[in-house]
């Protein structure tokens, strides 16, 4: 029977749900995630064996080795090893085996047993998959609510090809993703970027096949997971993308491993490791690796250490209080000399801000690197509720002949829809900032094809004004739409300060009045 997408996500919550008695929403991904991959690896080996007999019978004339090379070359992808050979305690590391134990003392040991070794026997595959583990001890998870949870796990449908799609499994991963970070809000937020904000990104990047994808802050591997889909819906094959993706935090690079795994992605790497002290991916000569695709939505102003001598620092080293700005120079240093190119989310102040990151803001426009900004709305995302924008750059010498000599602006800060917690882009809200990304403009820089009155406001703008700007990126200088708004926001704070002015005037006159009355300390 046919599993639905609405049955497995269910399924999936209840279980999550059951975690609600003993640890923040915000962890919950470190149990649900594991236990879910767990169970899709068990049910999947356990598919594969049962063909593998039906197929063979008759195997009394194989040695159990024998049986083990043809089960291995012909059926699995994997192994399920067995824990604790030729003892009392000996049993296979799968779901099933440690669900019947659920009963007797030491139950998060066993789990935590069978996990590495799974890890242990599939190193190329699963290496760190599981992440830290550290639910597994019964200080953090009693054995009752882990109980609890494998229980109302079970009853999620058998998670293999000959039940459902990798489409329909990926897709309760995704929901899961969102569920937590919906629910809550900051903590979860930051190793999930909404997926209207990844869709349009990689709309504008565009990966084709056979292509090198690379995520510096990969956080769940939700846009290398994006750029697949999008290759695959266009009818390509997703599954030709080399995939790399870096993450400091070896959990949260664990539920990436695991996301791509489960979306039937298999060409992909991801190491863990701060990117800008520590890149994992670099050549020979101890330079940066560089990508055809590059795309990031790295923590916003970021306190770090700044470089004292690396190649990456183009037109100088971002300032101690804001790595914005380094992530965009090693971003750049990625980029494929010939046909790279990269897109980043990043606050408005990166626009604008002043001091060393102006500098290096002169020299990426001096070289031609930026393409284009994007405004986005604000309280997009689950950590912060600041407008953002996306930033997109190209490989020196790469960028189309009109485009070339100047930056595109387009303002999509008032395109949104209200969700429950946030703010959301619309599918007709990318399509319209696509579209207006792949225009064309006249002598003037304005679009030379507008989509009409409910289009968004864009311009492409000559090096040559930015520089008369001092390099100033901030849309409202070359958008008059954004320059309106931002001279009413001008005229409130000017009228605002006038009647505090005029409050405080009336405050003294009336402190004046009681105390020539005799009447103290209303002033106090």
């Known amino acids: 029977m046919t599993v639905t997408q609405q049955e497995i996500e269910n399924r999936l919550w209840d279980a999550a749900d059951e975690l609600r ?50 089960e291995y070359r012909d059926y699995q992808s994997f192994e399920i090893p067995v824990i604790h ?38 190193p190329d595959k699963f290496s760190r998959m599981f992440g830290s583990m550290t639910w597994t001890s019964e200080e953090v998870l009693s054995a009752e609510v882990l109980t609890a949870v494998m229980q109302a796990m079970d009853r999620t449908p058998k998670m293999h090809e000959g039940n459902m799609s990798h489409d329909v499994l990926g897709g309760a991963y995704e929901y899961l993703l969102k569920r937590f970070s919906d629910g809550s809000g900051t903590r979860a937020g930051q190793f999930f970027t909404p997926r209207e904000v990844v869709e349009l990104i990689v709309e504008v990047l565009d990966p084709q ?43 949260t690079a664990g539920v990436a491993r ?33 990508f055809d695709v590059i795309l990031a939505n790295p923590p916003y102003s970021l306190k770090w250490k700044p470089w004292t001598n690396d190649p990456r620092a183009l037109g100088g080293v971002a300032p101690q209080s804001s790595a914005d700005w380094a992530f965009v120079q090693h971003m750049i240093a990625s980029m494929d000399p010939k046909k790279g190119r990269a897109g980043v989310v990043l606050p408005h102040g ?19 690197l930026l393409e284009a900004v994007i405004g986005l709305p604000a309280n997009l995302f689950y950590s912060t509720d600041i407008p953002t924008a996306a930033l997109v750059f190209r490989a020196s010498g790469t960028k189309t002949a009109e485009r070339r000599g ?31 990304y792949r225009s064309e403009f006249d002598a003037d820089g304005t679009p030379a094809d507008p989509d009409g009155e409910g289009g968004l406001a864009a311009r492409f703008v000559p090096t040559s004004e930015i520089m008369a700007n001092r390099y100033d ?7 008059k739409q954004a320059a ?15 009647a505090r002015t005029e409050r405080q005037r009336t405050e003294q006159r009336m402190f004046s009045v009681l105390s020539d009355a005799g009447i103290e300390g209303f002033d106090e």
């Not at 003993?22 to 064996?49: C, G, N, R």
């Open 21 to 70: 008695v003993a640890i923040p929403e915000a962890q919950y991904s470190s149990v649900v995630f594991p236990l879910m991959f767990w169970k899709y690896l068990s049910d999947t080996w356990e598919h594969h064996h049962e063909e593998f007999l039906a197929d063979n019978e008759g195997l009394d004339d194989l040695s159990p080795e024998e049986a083990h090379e043809i």
């Open 473 to 479: 990126l901030n849309i409202g200088r070359y958008i």
């Open 258 to 290: 695991m996301n791509l795994f489960m979306h039937n992605l298999t060409q992909f790497q991801v190491e863990v490791g701060d990117t800008l002290k520590d890149p994992r991916f670099t050549k020979p000569d101890g330079s940066v690796a560089q």
């Open 350 to 368: 990166v626009l604008f801000r002043s001091g060393q990151e102006a500098a290096i803001r002169q020299r990426v426009l001096d070289d031609d």
């Open 85 to 122: 050979p030729g003892t009392v305690a000996e049993r296979r590391a799968s779901w099933a085996s440690i669900l019947a134990t659920i009963t007797q003392p030491g139950l998060g040991q066993r789990v935590r047993a069978s996990l590495q070794a799974i890890e242990t026997a599939n």
């Open 209 to 251: 096949g056979h292509e090198s994808v690379y995520d510096p802050t990969c956080g769940s591997g939700g846009m290398l997971i994006a750029s697949a889909n999008l290759l695959k819906a266009r009818g390509g094959r997703g599954y030709t993308l080399s995939l790399y993706g870096q993450e400091a935090v070896a959990d």
């Open 484 to 498: 309106v708004e931002q001279e009413d926001l001008g005229a409130l704070i000017d009228a605002y300060s006038l």
């Open 406 to 436: 100047g930056v595109l602006f387009i303002d999509a800060s008032k395109r949104f829809a209200k969700a429950k917690n946030r703010n959301v882009l619309t599918e007709a809200d990318i399509a319209d900032v696509v579209t207006s």
